[in-house]
Every structure is written in C-alpha cells, then in structure tokens.
C-alpha cells in the first residue's frame, strides 16, 4: 500500500504545475488584452476630444467676429438719384404771364436735381407796399414770385418772396431763381465730393466751397483778443456782449443744422512775426503774409482741446507803434481778412490818445461783429447774394428764410454725399479684408446710417427739409462713427497666413501622434467587432 501511494504522487505534482502553468499564461493574455483594450480605448477618447472637441472650440473661439452688414443697401445708395422737390407759386397781374412764367421755370430747371412743382399763387392783390406784401408766408424750402408795381427791379425779400415790376425780363427771373436755389453750388458740392478734382465751370462757386469749413455735427467758435502791449494800451471791452447780441441770435437759427460752442479768451505779449512796412501815413500788411500772424497764434489758441472743428476768429489790438495798420486785398485796404477753412482775422486800431494818455480804449461792438458775422457766413456757406441782385435790407445778425432753406439743402447734400462715400469705402475695405473685426455696435451703426440716408433721399423728394436735414446728420454721425471705431483695427495686420504659421507649430507635435494612432485604434476596433461577432 506504502507503494502504490508513492507511485501516485509525482504524477499529481505535475499535473499540478501543468494547471499553475496554464493559468498564469491565460492571465497574462488577459492582461496583455486589457491592456491593449485600454491603449486603444485611451487613444480613442483623446483622438476624439482631440478632433471633435478640441479642434472646433479652437476654431470658434479664434475665429473673427464680424457682424452682418447691408452691402446690397450701400452699393444702392449709389444708384439713387438725389431730387429735391421744391414748390415755386407765380402771381402776376396777367394769367397768360403767369402760365409762360411756369413753362419757363419746368424748362430751366430740367436738368437739374430740382423737381419743380410751378404753380399760380393764391395771393389776391399784389398792390401793396413791401413791408405789407412781406407778411405774406411761404412754406419752408418754396418760393413766391410775386409782381408789383412796389419795385422797379428784381427784389429779394427777407422771407421766400421774389418781387419784379412788370414787363420783367423772364430770363432774367430764371438767372435770380437758380441763385437763390443754389444749382450749381449744390451739384458741385456733390460731384467735388464724388469725384476729387472735377468742380463747376463758376469760379465763383468754386472758391465758396473751398472757403467752408469741412462738415461736422458741431463746431467750436473761439474769439480770441490778443493784445501784445498791454502795459501801453489798456483795451475796456467784454466779448460775451456783442457776442451774445450778435453772434447768438444766428446760431440759435442754425441748430438744426450743427451745435455750435463758443468761447472767447485773452492772449497778452504776442508781438507781430513781420514787421509791416509804412505807406504813407498808414502800416500795411499783405494779405499773403497774414500767416504771420496766424502762425504763432496757432500753438497758443487752444483749437486741440476738442475733437470738433474749431472756426478762429482773432482781434488783433495793434501795437501803438504801428497805428494804424491795415491788410492789403485787391488794391484795397482793410482791417479784416479770411483764411479759408480756418476763420479770420482783424485789426483793432486804437486812438492815439489811448496810446499817449493811457485811457483806456473802448472798441464799437458793431465795428467789430460786422466782419465776424460776414466772415461766418462765408465758412458755413451761407449764400450771398448781395453782387447779383438787390435785397431788403436786414435789422438783425439772422439770415433771411430763403437763405436758411438754402443752408439746409447744401447741409444735407454734404452730410448725405460724405455718408454715402464713407459707407461705400468701408464697406470695400471689410469686404476685400476678412480679418477686421465687426462688432455688433459697428454693425448697428452702419445699418442705421444706412437707412437714414435712404430716408433722406424719400423727404427730399416729398419736400421735407427740416426731416431730411434730421436724418442727413444721423447718417452723418453714425457712418463717422462705425468709420473710425477703434475695434477696426483689432486684427487689421494678423492675416491668415501669420496665423497659421502661429498655431501651426503648436498642434502639429500634437496631431502626428494622434492621427499615426488612428490606424491601430481603427484595427482594434475591427479586431473586437470580429470576436463579438463569433
């Protein structure tokens, strides 16, 4: 017995280690394909976050904003044709007159942006006297012909009424109506605007425009007195005065039209550049040499502390060794002058008794504001009329109505046809630049200027000045406004292929490992799906 159970136990014992063998190999190859499950699943998951997550959320969030815009609306805005309706009644003694006076009108202004409404006025008796016949009121923007025996030549009223004796010279009616309604300083506003170097044949219109200020929403009006001796001369004025009785009343008509601030300041010790040469008994200082005078002013008179357009208006207080000292214009002498865009400049010629007996000198407001006033209404571009034909004669600063009418319609030209042409160029520059950013309050602007000068156009054409005039600034203002926002330069300078030879450098150690992966994480896959299905 002792025997037999020897003889069985080496064979357990290697079936034994047999079984151990078998098992730790089964384990192994377990964990091997757990392992291998694991890597493959691991490799998955992070080529999917990778690619499906990571990639678009980086695209998202670096892609540029840009905000839709009215391109088709803009590019239309060139398209439209600018018309401005007018009214213009007639009355005259004769109906068969009146009639050829209207036919005469339509022809005249054919080829014009007018379109005319002539029609015979409901005015019953013309003989009165003008002060009579000047309470007669005109809708804004028309005009009334209106004959009478009153006059003896071609008149133009305070309000929007005309007035001719009879038997006028009907052409010579037509030549006063495109005056006062300003044709050609309005077409040339425009097409100067539209197309830099082309201007009207009138050399006159031309020099007007290139007086005015360039176009804005406000204004700043700066008087400046300098006077450079102060110790010798003693000047007893107060520039809020006259400005208040002169310069105010006529800004307050403006309104509408811009926002205008005005200041005065003294400036002391600022000595003439030049030395102007004596002629006879009197100092003169040539026109061309003014900016002599202008030039050191122009550091010290404080135009920058404001982003709006300043307009300058200086009263020199000669020195007493150099009174009096007058310009030099047109073989004319004359104590005031204009710079172009700018404002203007004028000579206070004091007493010599201020000067010797040290009394002090008081100015006459009138003297003073009279060329102020003439010169602001060059800078603005207030019409005058005053070389073509007779007017009725003014007892304030304000304008008379039909310059007003005229005013509002160049205004609205200006602001419209600069909306128009900075509308256009940014929408060319954010079209052809895909990397500038377009900010949702850019956006709105742009649409909102988009759609005021749309309604300008509609009011002119119904003959609404005062709502066209409105709308021209808010399209003015917006598209100034979306046009230099600073978020337009965000991404001006990074285009796409900087960018990518940025990001590229980054992702690629990333991706080569993750797209070499790819192929066994897709055998793996095929490999399971084949046992799951056995």
């Not at 398209?79 to 007159?97: A, E, L, Q, W």
């Not at 605007?193 to 219109?205: A, E, R, T, Y």
């Not at 150690?509 to 299905?533: E, R, T």
Request: negative net charge; aromatic residues 8%.
């Amino acid at each position: 017995m002792d025997t037999l159970v020897d003889d069985e136990q080496p064979t357990n014992t290697v079936e034994t280690l047999k079984n151990d063998v078998s098992n730790d190999e089964i384990w192994e190859i377990i964990d091997k394909e757990d392992d291998e499950d694991l890597r493959n699943l691991s490799a998955a998951v992070y080529a999917f976050i990778l690619l499906v997550i990571g990639i678009p959320l980086w695209w998202r969030m670096t892609e540029v904003q840009r905000h839709t815009l009215p391109y088709a609306q803009i590019s239309q805005l060139g398209t439209m044709d600018v018309v401005i309706s007018t009214d213009i009644f007639v009355y005259t003694k004769n109906p068969y007159v009146t009639e050829r006076i209207i036919e005469q009108i339509y022809t005249t202004f054919n080829s014009t942006m007018f379109s005319i409404n002539a029609q015979p006025s409901t005015l019953i008796n013309s003989d009165h006297t003008l002060n009579e016949l000047e309470m007669v009121i005109t809708p804004l923007g028309s005009l009334q012909l209106i004959e009478t025996n009153s006059v003896d030549e071609i008149i133009v009223g305070i309000g929007r009424n005309i007035y001719f004796p009879l038997n006028t010279d009907i052409k010579l009616l037509m030549n006063s109506l495109i005056r006062l309604l300003q044709t050609d300083a309005l077409s040339d506003s425009m097409i100067s605007m539209l197309n830099p170097g082309n201007h009207s044949d009138d050399q006159q219109v031309v020099t007007e425009r290139q007086r005015r200020v360039r176009p804005s929403s406000d204004y700043n009006v700066l008087l400046t007195v300098v006077n450079p001796e102060p110790d010798k001369l003693h000047v007893a004025w107060k520039p809020e005065i006259p400005l208040n009785r002169y310069l105010h009343p006529l800004l307050d008509q403006l309104k509408l039209i811009s926002n205008f601030s005005v200041q005065s300041q003294w400036l002391y010790l600022i000595d003439l550049v030049q030395k102007p040469p004596k002629l006879n008994t009197t100092f003169v200082l040539d026109k061309n040499h003014a900016q002599y005078i202008i030039t050191p002013l122009e550091k010290k008179l404080g135009s920058g502390v404001s982003r709006n357009p300043c307009i300058h208006f200086v009263i020199y207080v000669t020195p007493c060794s150099y009174i009096p000292l007058y310009f030099h214009e047109n073989n004319q002498l004359t104590t005031a002058m204009m710079s172009a865009r700018w404002g203007g400049v004028q000579f206070l010629n004091a007493d010599q008794l201020s000067c010797n007996e040290s009394v002090s000198f008081i100015p006459d407001d009138l003297s003073i504001m009279t060329p102020i006033i003439t010169q602001f209404h060059s800078l603005i571009g207030v019409p005058n009329m005053s070389n073509y034909m007779s007017l009725i004669p003014l007892k304030s600063s304000t304008l008379r109505k039909w310059q007003l009418d005229s005013m509002y319609r160049l205004k609205i030209i200006e602001q419209y046809t600069n909306t128009r042409i900075t509308l256009t160029s940014l929408s060319r520059l954010l079209g052809e630049i895909s990397n500038i950013v377009i900010i949702e309050e850019v956006g709105k602007a742009v649409t909102e200027s988009v759609e005021a000068a749309t309604k300008v156009l509609h009011c002119l054409e119904r003959g609404q000045l005062e709502e066209a005039l409105e709308y021209s600034k808010i399209a003015f203002e917006t598209s100034e406004f979306a046009f230099t926002h600073p978020s337009l330069l965000a991404l001006l300078y990074f285009p796409d292929d900087q960018k990518y030879a940025v990001y590229i450098p980054l992702f690629l150690p990333v991706m080569i490992p993750v797209l070499m992966s790819l192929k066994g994480v897709k055998n793996w896959i095929q490999f399971k799906y084949n046992i799951i299905k056995i």
